[in-house]
């Protein structure tokens, strides 16, 4: 077992490193799909212990690092019992039912939560695919070696107790290289994302992407147009021309919408204050943030919470486990 887990009373202390970092649904790009993602753990020492049916409106990805478990996902009818090891991914697609038990402990799970929005014909084509291959192989699917030890980083990551500020997009590079494997695996993709990709030659295209993948891994954190700037070594100038050409936005107005799109998730997913998650934003006081959303929603960060879970609670696909 890897030495980084061999003492799992250590583990459950490290969850306050990790939340207090602001981890809930970080953001990053992939070819043709914008991915957001939330990692957690689970510790359990001793048996029995099982999870009910249930399931979500968002792709689960999980690797079982050390104990036993037996899975279940029910699709048309059909059980698929399901025995994960560090060598295998189990990935459960959005709306399938699944549920599961340990059978020897102690057990740790990490899982990654992931939510796909296609960006084109492509990233759909891409989504498709990609659940098809995960039912292809009975939900179980090759976990390489280089996900496994950069998903261990995250443990290194807070064991040196870090600022937020920096843990965030540490964790963020991680997601990227774990969720992007599965993606990565596919391959073939989609011709027209192949031709695309062939075609992304030019240096203006690669900047404004480069541009955007930055900007999507670093939503948490205060941006400016000076730190781009000294990231990118051209000038704001520039950079806004070249990001509006392919993205018809502006890099201000980009941020905003996006950071602000986040805010209202984390409202209705998590249970953050409204302070906590202004300020995780980069709004500087929690303030200005309830006035810009006042301005856009026309009610206040709470209102907007207790209308959205009311809401989300009678419409949910979700059947929480018992």
């Given at each position: 077992?890897?030495?980084?887990?061999?003492?799992?009373?250590?583990?459950?202390?490290?969850?306050?490193?990790?939340?207090?970092?602001?981890?809930?649904?970080?953001?990053?790009?992939?070819?043709?799909?914008?991915?957001?993602?939330?990692?957690?753990?689970?510790?359990?020492?001793?048996?029995?212990?099982?999870?009910?049916?249930?399931?979500?409106d968002h792709w689960e990805m999980t690797r079982l690092v050390s104990g036993a478990a037996r899975y279940e996902a029910r699709r048309d009818a059909k059980t698929v019992e399901m025995d994960p090891d560090s060598e295998r991914f189990l990935v459960i697609p959005p709306k399938?039912?699944?549920?599961?038990?340990?059978?020897?402990?102690?057990?740790?799970?990490?899982?990654?939560?992931?939510?796909?929005?296609?960006?084109?014909?492509?990233?759909?084509?891409?989504?498709?695919?990609?659940?098809?291959?995960?039912?292809?192989?009975?939900?179980?699917?090759?976990?390489?070696?280089?996900?496994?030890?950069?998903?261990?980083?995250?443990?290194?990551?807070?064991?040196?107790?870090?600022?937020?500020?920096?843990?965030?997009?540490?964790?963020?590079?991680?997601?990227?290289i774990v969720v992007g494997g599965l993606i990565g695996a596919l391959r073939p993709w989609p011709q027209e994302l192949c031709e695309r990709e062939s075609s992304w030659a030019s240096s203006s295209e690669t900047l404004a992407n480069k541009l955007k993948d930055f900007i999507?891994?670093?939503?948490?954190?205060?941006?400016?147009?000076?730190?781009?700037?000294?990231?990118?070594?051209?000038?704001?100038?520039?950079?806004?021309?070249?990001?509006?050409?392919?993205?018809?936005?502006?890099?201000?107005?980009?941020?905003?919408?996006?950071?602000?799109?986040?805010?209202?998730?984390?409202?209705?997913?998590?249970?953050?204050?409204?302070?906590?998650?202004?300020?995780?934003?980069?709004?500087?006081?929690?303030?200005?943030?309830?006035?810009?959303?006042?301005?856009?929603?026309?009610?206040?960060?709470?209102?907007?919470?207790?209308?959205?879970?009311?809401?989300?609670?009678?419409?949910?696909?979700?059947?929480?486990?018992?």
């Amino acid at each position: 077992m890897n030495p980084i887990y061999s003492d799992l009373s250590t583990v459950r202390q490290k969850n306050s490193t990790l939340e207090a970092a602001g981890l809930e649904w970080l953001g990053f790009r992939l070819p043709s799909l914008r991915v957001e993602t939330y990692f957690y753990y689970k510790v359990v020492e001793s048996c029995p212990f099982s999870v009910g049916v249930h399931g979500h409106d968002h792709w689960e990805m999980t690797r079982l690092v050390s104990g036993a478990a037996r899975y279940e996902a029910r699709r048309d009818a059909k059980t698929v019992e399901m025995d994960p090891d560090s060598e295998r991914f189990l990935v459960i697609p959005p709306k399938v039912s699944h549920r599961w038990e340990m059978r020897e402990g102690p057990l740790l799970l990490n899982s990654w939560q992931i939510r796909f929005y296609p960006e084109d014909d492509a990233g759909s084509e891409l989504l498709g695919q990609l659940r098809s291959h995960v039912e292809a192989e009975g939900f179980l699917v090759k976990a390489y070696a280089f996900q496994a030890e950069t998903e261990d980083t995250l443990w290194k990551i807070t064991d040196e107790r870090f600022y937020p500020s920096v843990v965030g997009p540490m964790v963020s590079g991680v997601a990227r290289i774990v969720v992007g494997g599965l993606i990565g695996a596919l391959r073939p993709w989609p011709q027209e994302l192949c031709e695309r990709e062939s075609s992304w030659a030019s240096s203006s295209e690669t900047l404004a992407n480069k541009l955007k993948d930055f900007i999507e891994a670093n939503l948490h954190n205060p941006i400016t147009l000076v730190d781009l700037e000294s990231h990118f070594h051209y000038s704001s100038r520039h950079l806004n021309r070249i990001f509006h050409q392919y993205f018809h936005s502006s890099i201000g107005q980009y941020l905003r919408d996006r950071r602000f799109e986040l805010a209202t998730r984390w409202l209705v997913t998590t249970n953050r204050s409204v302070k906590d998650i202004a300020l995780s934003l980069g709004y500087g006081n929690i303030s200005h943030f309830c006035r810009y959303f006042r301005k856009r929603k026309q009610v206040s960060p709470t209102e907007y919470r207790e209308k959205s879970q009311h809401k989300e609670q009678s419409n949910t696909f979700v059947d929480l486990p018992h």
